[in-house]
């Protein structure tokens, strides 16, 4: 077991009343009943996927929506300039389903980037086809870019994405480290009986291209609802998987509200050289919930206050309907108020979500 710990989960009470003296309009930003702000937006851009992640999607079956049912281009550009100008937003991350599936993707990124202030964009991404798109959309303002990549091996990556692919992917990655996107961080989520012994092999692959891993805590959000809490591999069980070939200092650079724990990497066999860092993501054991500052927007224009939401507000019909932006901004605030403590994942009472995480937004 490791002797590196993560610190204490807090969890805030309400400090007003949201019955009592709330309104709309009190504050020109995002604002929930726990005073978090949120100034982060997620939007999915697409629930449609090239890759079939068994911790994420159903083997066969999907249905996706229609193409009318999804915000257009001049739709999302108008979100996110609402979330700029009324609530302050400052980080927008486009996600999906697959974001790179969406033909017009480089002009939804210049359209942002063409706002004022101008947000600081990013993307999640499998990566496939990013070798030919890379340089476009750093043209056209892509300032981040994460990659989803759990294994450097052919065989596991067809067992969890059930697609041969693993090619397609790192030749994406390769194509994004050379349209010069940097950095390059790789998102990876680890199964047991699976994956979780590549850990360190994955690790290594990634410090010698100067790629920067995350581990991210597997969450309740497949679709097959198979998650059990007493199997998933943990940030602990991650440590002690790490620890026999690397030591790991914490990263004492302020975190800023982000959800990974960062950590100072080095091999046991030369332990004064860093070679780059590691985040863990313990989304389950260790939730970060009272500092989030999240909005999300799935595909079809409804807010999700956090991804374990039961409830979704629809702002594209009132958009479609003619709502000017104060009206939209309104029913934004209003969901977003309602936002919740905490996820409740450790909590004997939660319930898993209906959607998966590729038609929310991971
Ligand atoms: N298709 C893109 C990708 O895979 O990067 C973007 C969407 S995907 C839903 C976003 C992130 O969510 C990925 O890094 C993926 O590994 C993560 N993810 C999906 N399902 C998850 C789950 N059940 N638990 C934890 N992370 C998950
Ligand atoms: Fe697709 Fe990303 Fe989900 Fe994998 S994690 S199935 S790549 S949306």
Redo the contacts with the bound molecule.
Sequence with gaps: MSTIGLPMPVLRTPTLDPGDGFTAHDENSLLDQYDRRARDLRI?LTDF?N?R?T??MPAEGVEFMSRDAAMTREEIVRFVRIAVEKFGVDQVRF?????LTRKDINEIISGVAALEPRPNIAL????IGLDKRAAKLKAAGLDRI???L?TVDPETFETMARRPFLHRVLEGIDGAQEAGLDPVKI???LLPGVNDHQAPDLLQWCLDRGLSLRF???????AGHS?DRGEMITAADIFALLEPRFVLTPDSAPRNGAPAEKFLVADRRDPGTVLGTVGIIA?VTRPFCADCTRTRLTAEGRVRTCLFSHTEVDLLTAMRRGADDEAIADLWKGAHWKKLAGHGMDTDDFVQPQR???A???
């Design positions: 999915s996927c890759l992640c911790y994420c996600t999906g389903g697959e974001p999640t991404t499998n990566a994460n990659v989803s759990d998102n990876a989520v991210i805590e597997q969450m309740p959000l497949d998650w989304s998966p995480m590729s929310i937004g991971g």
